[in-house]
């Protein structure tokens, strides 16, 4: 209806000149003193030729719209399939159309060259600089004073920027490396606090974890990769206190005493590069972390959602139930 609508509206301009030709015909007839007749039953008949020809040319534009709207992206490809115009003007737009999905095509080719070489940069850039920091951090395992510590201490966060930069690399890759398998947790969970052990002790920091007993099915490597910014984010932000990993009923929950997030900031934590009012107090946060944990947890098919309360502290939890219920 709204296309016929639409229909009647564009050719208006054509159905009052019919009406205005009739009006004119009547009137000269009239002064004329000719029978009205003569004009009343031409006008019957061309009323009724007009309407079957504006039937048949909607008809005409209702089947060129259908396979129109039927197009929903417009590629070179796809303009072979377009309906041909039936006017010069359809014509023009055609190869306008045409003419400009080709520069569209040729410009995102060349874009995708620069992103990919750009991918491909900063992931060797990536792997390199691993080199260097294993390296260093050889070389201060035989160290034990309080500066080797600090140093270790900031190493390992350096590694774990490294991975963060890696892990955004290859979130939107067109290749994945998710293998999924039967995991213990306790098993993960013990390999990603083993890594802060060092920042634990500097921070004198208590951690409370009972092994949880508990097998899923994930991607070890990436699962690791999320409890390890969970545990880094902890420690960031508690300056006393304690770190506690439990589970509460099918949710896996990091806990921590620290600075907490503001009621205003908590629906937005995990947002791309969102830093909030913690952000701000630490001019080093990228507002990538919790970001790129969401964004592992959906592509695991794990829930993840956050409750906070300033001055009191954070609990992340992981929804491990929802992974089964998915993929069942």
């Keep these: ?43 019957i008949l061309c009323a009724v030729v007009g309407i079957a020809f504006l039937i048949f040319d909607y008809l005409s534009v209702l089947k060129k719209h259908k396979k129109l709207s039927e197009i929903d992206k417009l590629t070179s490809s796809m303009l072979d399939s377009m309906p041909q115009g039936n006017s010069i003007e359809e014509t023009d737009y055609r190869n306008l159309i045409k003419k400009l999905t080709t520069e569209i095509s ?77 995991h213990n947790i306790d098993d993960i969970i013990r390999s990603s606090v083993k890594r802060f052990s060092a920042e634990f002790i500097e921070r004198k920091l208590r951690l409370e974890y009972t092994p949880l007993n508990k ?30 990993i439990y589970t509460d009923g099918d949710k896996l929950c990091i806990e921590d005493t620290g600075i907490g997030i503001t009621p205003s900031d908590l629906p937005r934590i995990f947002e791309k590069g969102y830093t909030g009012y913690n952000g701000r107090l630490d001019k080093k946060a990228s507002g990538l972390g919790l970001y790129l944990c969401s964004r592992i947890c959906e592509n695991l098919r794990i829930g993840i959602s956050a409750r906070s309360e300033v001055d009191v502290g954070t609990v992340i939890s992981l929804d491990l139930e929802q992974y089964r219920l998915k993929t069942e």
């Design 1 to 43: 209806m709204k296309l016929f609508k639409k229909y009647l509206k564009q050719n208006l301009k054509g159905i009052l000149l019919f009406i205005i030709f009739t009006v004119i015909f009547g009137i000269v007839f009239f002064l004329y003193k000719i029978t009205l007749k003569a004009v009343f039953y031409p006008a």
């Design 215 to 244: 097998t899923i099915v994930t991607d070890e490597k990436w699962f690791s990769f999320v409890i390890e910014q969970l545990l880094s984010n902890a420690l960031k932000y508690t300056r006393e206190g304690c770190i506690k």
């Design 106 to 182: 040729e410009l995102e080719y060349k874009k995708g060259l620069k992103y990919r070489d750009m991918i491909d940069y900063y992931t060797v850039w990536a792997h390199q600089i691993k080199t260097p920091i294993a390296s260093m951090q050889i070389s201060l395992q035989n160290e034990d004073s309080p500066l080797s510590l600090r140093l270790s201490s900031e190493l390992f966060r350096i590694e774990q920027y490294v991975e963060m930069v890696l892990a955004f690399l290859r979130l939107d890759s067109e290749s994945t490396d998710y293998v999924f398998k039967e």
